[in-house]
C-alpha cells in the first residue's frame, strides 16, 4: 500500500465520524457497492438508522483528485453527495475549480466538501468546510433492499432499553421541570443571562432523558446532543429545535468551562425554555 492510499483509508474512520456529527442518526458503510451491482463508493452514509437520506462520500487524499472524481461523484443515485480530501493538499487555484464543478449539471444539488486534518500526534480529524445541498431523487426501494442484506460498518444503537438512574441520581418530574424552566426566564428577565441559560439548558435536558425514559430509550451515551439525536429520530424533537440546540450545544460547553461568549452569540435562553416546556408537555399522560 501507497503512503496516498494509507492516508486515504485512514481518513476514512474521521469523515465517518464527521458525518455522524452531522446527521441524525446514520449507518455507516465502508467500500460498498451502491446501488447493489453498482460501483464501489468510499463511503455510504443512510440517515435515520438505515431508512432515511442517503450520503455517499468520495475520500481523497489530494484536492487535484476531488476535482477529477466530482463528475463521477455526481452521477450516484443519493440525495447528499460530498468529497474529502487533506487540507493540506489545498491551492487556491484547485479550489476555485472544485467549487465550480460542486453544482449539478442541471437542476437542485451541491456537492459537499469535508476537509481532513492531520495533528501533530498525526491524528486526524474532519470538518465540513462546503455544507452539501440536497439533490432530488427517492431512493426507498434501493435503501430498503441494500440494509436487508448489507451489515453496516457502524451502526448507532437506538434499541430501546429501560436505563437506570446515573450513580443514583433522579430525572426531575415534569413539575419541578416546569419550576427550573419559569426561574430560568426570571432570571434571564433580571439580566442574569449566563446563569438563565445554563439552568434552561439543564431543564431541557433532564426534558429529553425524561421523554427518553417514557419511551424506554437508551440514554446512558454521553453527550446529550447524541440523545437529541435519538428524540429526533423517534419523532420527539422537531428538526427546527434539534438545530438550535445544536447550537445551543457548542454555547453551553463554553459557558461550563468559564468562557464568555461575547455579544456575537447571544445565549438562546427563550428558546431553551420553550424547548423544555413542549418536552415536558409531551411526557404528560393523555386525559
Not at 432499553?161 to 433522579?170: K, L
Not at 441559560?197 to 446512558?220: C, Y
Not at 451515551?221 to 440523545?227: E, I, K
Request: charged share 25%.
Amino acid at each position: 500500500m501507497t503512503e496516498t492510499q494509507r492516508l486515504e483509508q485512514r481518513a476514512r474512520d474521521a469523515v465517518a465520524e464527521c458525518l455522524i456529527r452531522r446527521l441524525t442518526i446514520p449507518n455507516i458503510y465502508f467500500d460498498v457497492r451502491w446501488p447493489r451491482g453498482a460501483k464501489e463508493v468510499d463511503i455510504l452514509a443512510v440517515d435515520r438508522a438505515g431508512s432515511g437520506d442517503v450520503h455517499v462520500i468520495d475520500v481523497n487524499h489530494h484536492l487535484s483528485a476531488a476535482v477529477d472524481s466530482v463528475p463521477e461523484l455526481l452521477s450516484v443515485p443519493s440525495q447528499f453527495k460530498w468529497t474529502a480530501f487533506y487540507v493540506d493538499t489545498l491551492t487556491a487555484e484547485a479550489e476555485k475549480t472544485l467549487k465550480d464543478r460542486l453544482y449539478a449539471f442541471k437542476g437542485m444539488g451541491r456537492v459537499g466538501v469535508i476537509t481532513i486534518a492531520r495533528t501533530g500526534a498525526d491524528d486526524l480529524g474532519a470538518n465540513v468546510s462546503v455544507k452539501a445541498e440536497r439533490f432530488p431523487g427517492n431512493f426507498h426501494r434501493e435503501v430498503t433492499e441494500f440494509t436487508a442484506s448489507v451489515e453496516p460498518d457502524i451502526q448507532l444503537d437506538v434499541t430501546p432499553s429501560a436505563a437506570p438512574p446515573r450513580d443514583g441520581f433522579q430525572i426531575p418530574q415534569p413539575r419541578t421541570l416546569l419550576d427550573r424552566l419559569e426561574e430560568a426566564e426570571s432570571l434571564n428577565a433580571l439580566g442574569h443571562t449566563q446563569a438563565a441559560f445554563i439552568l434552561a439548558w439543564a431543564g431541557v435536558e433532564a426534558a429529553m432523558r425524561l421523554n427518553a425514559e417514557r419511551e424506554g430509550l437508551r440514554q446512558d451515551r454521553g453527550s446529550p446532543m447524541l440523545l437529541a439525536k435519538v428524540l429526533h429520530s423517534f419523532g420527539l424533537l422537531s428538526e427546527h429545535d434539534f438545530r438550535l440546540l445544536e447550537d445551543a450545544f457548542r454555547l453551553r460547553n463554553a459557558a461550563v468551562h468559564g468562557y464568555e461568549v461575547g455579544t456575537n452569540c447571544p445565549y438562546p435562553v427563550n428558546d431553551l425554555v420553550r424547548i423544555g416546556k413542549v418536552l415536558v408537555s409531551e411526557t404528560a399522560p393523555a386525559s
